[in-house]
């Protein structure tokens, strides 16, 4: 997705930055794959296996071991439809040794989230009244306040709408968050147990000085756990393998 702003840099000036406690950093030197190598921060989620006694449930010890049996047979995770009415795909795009999770419209292209102006984007950085933002804008670009006005009624620096797409409105982003925002089950643990299965991982930061969100899972087999997951749940989510037929 292209992203648009003017050139104005997300860095206030030298002496400023420092000020305000130093620069944004980056993570766009290094390729999605270079990344995903050097996972910084992780947080590991398990699937709770439930009786099928209980209403609504889908993990069951059943559905676990199709689930597994349809991974080893069709090299594929087990998706099952949604009973609700969709709204988006999210999309699983195949690297090495896991999945890289995508949140797309239900059409397949990326969602439009970048906010219109710097003002409406501002808030999800803690920046929430005018105020704030005027007096943000001057401390940190040395700008008067008309001048801070002004800029906030125009698009973001371009460092800036990066920054957010990295953390809020990217495809990764937007996945990472909605997911990470459910009730997915237990924390990983290591320790083999017939009631924890499959595995998702939330990536907050590929290596030091990096701020993009992400989600992965491993195999076909915790893509169908997931899958089962948003249905349990009534999300209004389908799960796809990008590139399958």
């Known amino acids: 997705m292209a992203v648009t702003g003017n050139n104005s840099s997300v860095n206030p000036p030298l002496v400023a930055g420092f000020l305000l406690g130093g620069f944004i950093p980056t993570c766009r ?16 989620r398990q699937f709770l296996v439930r009786s099928a006694a209980l209403a609504g449930v889908i993990i069951t010890p059943k559905f676990v071991e199709q689930a597994w049996e349809f991974q080893e047979v069709r090299n594929a995770p087990l998706l099952l439809k949604p009973q609700v009415e969709l709204r988006y795909l999210l999309s699983a795009f195949p690297l090495d040794d896991y999945y890289s999770l995508d949140l797309l419209n239900v059409n397949g292209d990326e969602l439009d989230t970048l906010p219109a102006t710097f003002a409406l984007m501002l808030p999800k950085f803690g920046y929430q009244t005018q105020q704030e933002q005027v007096e943000f804008l001057m401390e940190g670009w040395v700008l008067d306040a008309s ?13 800036w709408a990066e ?14 968050n909605l997911i990470k925002g459910l009730d997915l089950g237990a924390r990983f643990s290591k320790r083999k147990s017939p009631s924890r299965v499959g595995e998702v991982a939330f990536i907050d930061g590929y290596h030091p000085g990096c701020d993009m969100l992400g989600v ?4 076909d087999f915790s893509l169908s756990l997931l899958q089962a997951r948003f249905n349990e749940l009534h999300v209004p989510v389908q799960v796809v393998v990008a590139g399958a037929s």
Do not use: C
């Open 216 to 219: 992965q899972v491993p195999d």
């Open 163 to 176: 920054l957010y797409m990295d953390r809020h409105g990217g495809p990764q982003a937007l996945a990472h």
């Open 29 to 44: 030197a290094q390729t999605h794959v270079e990344m995903a190598k050097l996972e910084f921060g992780m947080d590991r």
């Open 147 to 159: 001048q801070a006005r002004a800029m906030l009624m125009a698009p973001a620096p371009d460092d």
